[in-house]
C-alpha cells in the first residue's frame, strides 16, 4: 500500500508541473550541478573508501501563484555499483496566496541552527552510509509531505502532514563503513509504517521573530528513524515505535556573538537492548545544546557547541550511555578575496574522548568551478561513536561545476 499511495502522490505532483498547457506561459529555470569525489583511506591498504560522480538537474517553473520545482540526480558510484542510477531528490509544487504558502511533494525541511547535531532537526532523516563524514546539507533526505506555512508580523507557522514514512539510510553490508551485523542470528525483513493515514506523521512549529531574538517551538509525532530488534522465537524482528517529540529554539546576536539553546524532549524514544539476548525498550530522553558564534572581521568565523544525549532512567543492557556529551568547535577563514577557505570542524565525545576532526580547503577557480581537498580524521577509543572507524580515517577531493 505504502508503494501504490508514494506512486499515485508523486505522479499527482509532477503531473501537475509537468501539463504541457501552462509550462509554455512559465517563467522556466534551469540550473543544476556535476561533481565528482573520491576518498581514500590513510592507513594500509589504503582503499577506496568513496568514489562516485553526480549530476543534480534543477528545474523551476512559475506561473501565477504556482511554482513547480523538481531536481534529479543522476549517479555513478564507481565503488558500490547497486547505489547508482536516477533518483527524485525533490519535487514539490508551491502555491501562495498573501501570507499563505502550501507545498506538496518530496521537499527537505530543516529545523534548528545547530550545526552538525541533531536536537530539533527531526523531520528529514539522514544517511548516514558513510557515516558523518559529509556535510548534514549532504546527508538530509526529502519526505513526501504536505507543508503548509503561513507568515504575520510576529512569525511563521508551519503545519506538516508526512503520510509516506521515510527512513533513514545505514552504510550497506559491503560498504567499507559497515561495522558487522547481528551475528549468525536470521533477520526478518524491515516491516515499515506504510498505511498513509494511519501511519502518518504529523508536525507542527511557530517561529517568533522578536526585537533582537529568535524564538521557536515544535511539536514533533513521528517514528524511530531506524529499526530496533528484538527475539521472535529463532529469528530477530524489526520494531518500529511511535514518538512525541518537542522541541524549543533560542537565539540572540550580541554584537560580534550570536547565542544558540536547543532543546528536545523524546516521549517515548525506543533503544535497543542486549542483555541475555536482543530486546527493545522505549525510553524518554532530553536532548538540549548551547552554542556561541563569533565572527570577529577579517572574513573570521568561529563556532563552538556544547550538547547531551540524556536518557531518563536508562537502566542496564542498553546499546547506548546513559548520557553522551559532545563538544564541537568549527573554526573557518577566507583568504584571496574570498577565493580559498580553509577550515576545520571537530566532534569530541568528553567522556570516551574519541573525536573527529575535518579539515577542508576550498578553492574557487572561476564562479562556477570549486575544487575541494580535505581529511577525516577518526581517533581515540574503539568503543566510542568516532575511534570506532579510526581505521577509516581518509583523504579526499572534490571538484565541483555549478550551471
Not at 546527508?139 to 503561513?150: E, G, K, P, S, T
Not at 510576529?154 to 563503513?177: A, M, N
Request: glycine fraction near 8%; charge should be negative.
Amino acid at each position: 500500500m505504502k508503494m501504490v499511495f508514494t506512486t499515485i502522490f508523486s505522479l499527482a505532483v509532477l503531473g501537475i508541473q509537468l501539463l504541457p498547457a501552462p509550462l509554455m506561459a512559465m517563467d522556466t529555470e534551469f540550473t543544476g550541478f556535476l561533481e565528482t569525489r573520491h576518498n581514500a583511506q590513510v592507513k594500509s591498504p589504503n582503499d577506496i573508501l568513496a568514489s562516485e560522480t553526480l549530476a543534480r538537474l534543477e528545474l523551476t517553473a512559475c506561473q501565477g501563484n504556482f511554482t513547480a520545482f523538481g531536481a534529479v540526480n543522476l549517479s555513478a558510484n564507481h565503488l558500490l555499483e547497486d547505489e547508482s542510477g536516477i533518483r527524485l531528490h525533490e519535487g514539490y509544487l508551491d502555491y501562495a496566496l498573501g501570507n499563505t504558502t502550501i507545498r506538496a511533494g518530496r521537499q527537505i525541511i530543516i529545523w534548528g541552527q545547530s550545526d552538525g547535531i541533531r536536537v530539533v532537526d527531526n523531520v528529514s532523516p539522514l544517511d548516514y552510509s558513510e557515516n558523518i563524514t559529509r556535510d548534514f546539507d549532504e546527508m538530509r533526505m526529502a519526505v513526501d509531505a504536505l507543508n503548509l506555512q503561513y507568515a504575520s508580523g510576529w512569525g511563521d507557522l508551519q503545519l506538516l502532514w508526512i503520510p509516506i514514512y521515510k527512513s533513514g539510510e545505514q552504510p550497506s553490508k559491503d560498504s567499507p563503513w559497515y561495522l558487522g551485523g547481528y551475528g549468525d542470528n536470521e533477520v526478518l525483513p524491515d516491516n515499515e509504517p506504510d498505511d498513509p493515514f494511519k501511519d502518518s506523521e504529523l508536525a507542527l512549529r511557530y517561529a517568533l521573530y522578536l526585537s533582537g531574538m529568535d524564538l521557536a517551538f515544535s511539536y514533533f509525532y513521528t517514528w524511530n528513524d531506524f529499526p530496533c530488534y528484538q527475539r521472535s522465537g529463532t529469528v530477530l524482528e524489526p520494531v518500529y515505535d511511535r514518538i512525541h517529540i518537542l522541541g524549543a529554539e533560542f537565539s540572540k546576536p550580541l554584537g560580534e556573538f550570536v547565542f544558540r539553546v536547543e532543546a528536545a524532549y523524546f516521549a517515548g524514544s525506543l533503544v535497543q537492548g542486549y542483555d541475555d539476548d536482543y530486546f527493545t525498550s522505549q525510553k524518554d530522553r532530553v536532548k538540549w545544546l548551547t552554542g556561541l558564534d563569533w565572527y570577529p572581521g577579517n572574513d573570521w568565523t568561529l563556532s563552538w557547541q556544547y550538547a547531551q544525549n540524556h536518557i531518563l532512567n536508562s537502566g542496564s543492557g542498553l546499546s547506548e550511555n546513559k548520557c553522551t556529551k559532545t563538544v564541537t568547535l568549527s573554526i573557518s577563514k577566507d583568504l584571496f578575496r574570498e577565493k580559498l577557505t580553509l577550515s576545520a570542524f571537530g566532534y569530541m565525545d568528553i567522556d570516551i574522548k574519541d573525536r573527529l576532526v575535518r579539515l577542508t580547503a576550498e578553492y574557487q577557480f572561476i564562479d562556477n568551478l570549486e575544487v575541494f581537498l580535505g581529511t577525516d580524521i577518526f581517533a581515540g577509543d574503539r568503543t566510542g561513536s568516532y575511534g570506532r572507524y579510526k581505521d577509516n580515517t581518509q583523504v579526499w577531493t572534490k571538484i565541483k561545476y555549478h550551471f
